[in-house]
């Protein structure tokens, strides 16, 4: 009898526990190869000039597929990782090693869905399954209590629906061994150098890096329970977790049913914004497939491309005269990350001093930021710019009001 070997592609699920993918291979194959690829089309510049992927993120990523491959070694596989374009390696090893089936969670940006119909393209060839898994939401889209051509624009509407018609699944078990291939090629996580970055901006002098998040899943729970405690009372609190979430160290499900925990033990409302920051997710991932390609397409007028990136590389290399627009720039340059709330107020200083285009915005967005994720940060950015999907949700206030409104302090450490 043929042995069912299923190849585990990994993408932004970076992750043992509460993962699908890797739980229905393990039950389901007799072996199993989890796979990685770099990319190289996440590494290059897009129109506004800006990287696809920032230095902060690189590293972090990085350091997210090293813990997955040490992980799965302790269970006694191993993670193969390339650089290159999945569906051109893919076939290769396919072929290589025998596989029957290729299992994968599904995107919803369309450079991310293109890869996915490319892989599934060169698949069908060799006449193997490309399976899809839906696994990046708190709510699974089979059970909302509407089709997605339904989903409300409103979010408040999509909010009270779901919450009170649907359910967040448990979390799923993480599988305790791993029968792999015995004779897997060793092979290596890249360095930022195999990436493209500059080898002068790679081996930072002085502790540079110390602001910047660890990448890995072990990381990311550890955060996930500092944050949760009953003492902790800081503006910084989900975006401590959401690059996590945006790499897939942390399901959502696995956050919310920590959140509720704690909730329970400490009646805290701060949890209750925990909460309303995953539904705001999950909505922004649902619209997406309710409207296809809706934030990404420009609604702008007058703000050209050209005009709006160098306004924003200009504020880049110069000191704003804000204090507190400067201290954000500056937080964010060594971080590559901010709360919400004070990202909300550099968009929307960006939009009513500089009058960026809002991919623009966007985009600079998408290389600063360690948590990027398509839908979110591109959701967020077209409501900054009163063109989002759920119009009573766009944003109402001038940037000078945000920061009276949710400033806290200082964000650098004097």
């Known amino acids: 009898m043929t042995k069912k070997v299923i190849l585990v ?13 890797l739980f229905e291979a393990v039950d389901k194959g007799d072996i199993v190869i ?63 090693y025998d596989i029957t089936e290729v299992y994968h969670h599904r995107e919803v940006s369309n450079r991310e869905t293109e890869v996915s119909e ?10 193997i399954n490309l399976k899809h898994f839906i696994g990046h939401t708190l709510y699974h889209k089979e059970d909302l209590p509407f089709p997605i051509k339904d989903i409300p624009d409103n979010f408040n509407q999509f909010k009270k629906k779901v919450e009170k018609e649907s359910f967040v699944r448990p979390v799923i078990p993480s599988v305790e061994h791993i029968m792999t291939h015995p004779h897997l090629e060793e092979t290596a996580v890249p360095t930022l150098a195999d990436l493209g970055f500059e080898e002068t901006t790679t081996t930072p002098d002085n502790n540079e ?13 550890a955060h996930l329970a500092r944050t949760l405690t009953e003492t902790y009372d800081d503006i910084d609190d989900y975006n401590l977790i959401s690059p996590y979430i945006a790499h897939g160290a942390i399901s959502p ?35 997406l497939k309710k409207h296809p390609n809706v934030f990404f397409k420009d609604y702008a007028e007058g703000e050209t491309i050209e005009k709006s990136s160098a306004a924003l590389k200009e504020l880049l290399t110069s000191n704003p ?94």
Request: net charge positive; aromatic share 16%.
């Open 321 to 414: 005269k804000d204090e507190v627009i400067s201290e954000l720039l500056e937080t964010l340059k060594k971080s590559g990350n901010l709360p919400y709330e004070y990202r909300e107020i550099l968009a929307a200083y960006f939009l009513q001093e500089l009058h960026i285009n809002h991919l623009a915005g966007a985009s600079f967005f998408e290389e600063a930021f360690i948590d990027y994720a398509p839908a979110t940060n591109y959701g967020y950015w077209l409501h900054y710019a009163a063109f989002g999907t759920s119009s009573k949700d766009n944003l109402q206030l001038g940037w000078n009001e945000l920061i009276k409104k949710n400033y806290r302090a200082k964000v650098l450490e004097k």
């Open 209 to 221: 890096w110390t602001q910047v998040l660890p990448g890995g899943e072990h990381h990311g729970r």
């Open 34 to 96: 989890p796979v990685y690829f770099f990319d190289p089309r996440y590494f290059g510049k897009n129109k506004f000039d800006f990287l696809n992927t920032g230095i902060l993120r690189a590293k972090f990523l990085i350091e997210s597929v090293s813990h997955l491959k040490q992980s799965l070694q302790e269970l006694g596989a191993d993670l193969l990782v390339f650089q290159g374009k999945p569906e051109i390696l893919i076939e290769t090893l396919c072929a290589k």
């Open 253 to 287: 499900a696995y956050y919310y049913h920590e959140i509720k925990k704690a909730q329970e033990l400490h009646k805290k409302k701060r949890y209750d914004k925990l909460i309303l920051r995953l539904l705001w997710r999950d909505y922004f991932r649902f619209m």
């Open 9 to 21: 592609w990994f993408r932004n699920d970076l992750r043992i526990h509460d993962n699908e993918i």
């Open 118 to 127: 490319q892989v599934e393209a060169a698949l069908w060839k060799a006449q």
